[in-house]
Structures are given as structure tokens and as C-alpha cells.
């Protein structure tokens, strides 16, 4: 029996390797989110031990130091200038992300598509082949009757 040959299967290959890619690049920023997100998580807590530092070095009934306060609060103000820039990195990381997401969408949708012509056209050829064998029996068929019946 014949078979099927796929005359769109380079570019169904192609379609392939390009989802692939896509999916690495999102693989990609998945991972520098999750660095940006854990580095902004470190910020916070080096944020909430210098508070609590803050706070036993201005409860203590020790004389107070007014240079360690200043210095406090200083790391205070860069502090919450790095959270902000953290943040704000990550909410655009995040719109890459979707953008990524978008793109990985498209491509798997146009790999069905391929997919789905694919199959489509491997029934339709096996249909017509079956069809085609279906009419050369029943020939045969036909020609051993009529020699039987002369």
C-alpha cells in the first residue's frame, strides 16, 4: 500500500522548532521573574531586620546614637527606592510574560492547524486508496462471473 506523504510536513517541522524556541524564551523569563521576585523578598527582610534592629537600638535605655539612628534611617530611604524599582521591574518582567504567553499561544495554535490539515488530508488519501481497491476488486469480481457464465 501506498503512503502518506505530508507535502506541508517542512513547514509543519518549522512551525514545530519555532514553538519550541518559544517555549524556551518563556521558560527564559519565568526564571528572571522568579530571580526578580526572590530578590525583592530579600530586600524585604534585610527591610524588616534593619527595623527591628531600628527598633532595639531606639528602646534600649543605653544612651541613644543619634548617627546609627541617622544611618537607619538613610538605609530606610534606599531601602524603599530599591523596593519600588524592584517592583516596578517585575510588573513589567511580568508584562513580557504575557507577551511571551501570547506568542507560545499563536505558535501552538498554527502547529494544530498544520496538524489538523495533516490529518485531514492522510484520511482523505487513505479513503480514496481503499476506494480504489474496493473498484479493482469488484472488477475482478465482475470479470471471473462473466468467464464463469460463458
Do not use: C, W
Not at 537600638?57 to 538613610?74: E, H, L, Q, R, W
Not at 527606592?81 to 501552538?108: D, S
Not at 476506494?131 to 470479470?143: F, G, N, Q, R
Amino acid at each position: 500500500m501506498k503512503k502518506y506523504s505530508f507535502r506541508l510536513q517542512p513547514v509543519l517541522d518549522l512551525k514545530n522548532k519555532i514553538l519550541e524556541d518559544k517555549h524556551i524564551e518563556l521558560a527564559r523569563v519565568l526564571k528572571i521573574l522568579s530571580d526578580y521576585e526572590n530578590e525583592l523578598k530579600n530586600i524585604e527582610a534585610l527591610v524588616d531586620k534593619y527595623n527591628s534592629d531600628f527598633e532595639n537600638t531606639y528602646n534600649s535605655k543605653d544612651i541613644v546614637n543619634i548617627t546609627a539612628i541617622a544611618g537607619y534611617a538613610n538605609y530606610f530611604v534606599d531601602a524603599e527606592q530599591k523596593i519600588k524599582n524592584q517592583k516596578f521591574i517585575i510588573e513589567k518582567t511580568k508584562n513580557v510574560l504575557k507577551m511571551k504567553q501570547n506568542e507560545v499561544n499563536e505558535a501552538y495554535k498554527e502547529v494544530k492547524v498544520l496538524e489538523k490539515l495533516k490529518e485531514v488530508q492522510s484520511q482523505k488519501f487513505y479513503r480514496n486508496i481503499e476506494k480504489k481497491e474496493a473498484e479493482e476488486v469488484d472488477d475482478i469480481m465482475t470479470s471471473r462471473y462473466k468467464f464463469q457464465n460463458v
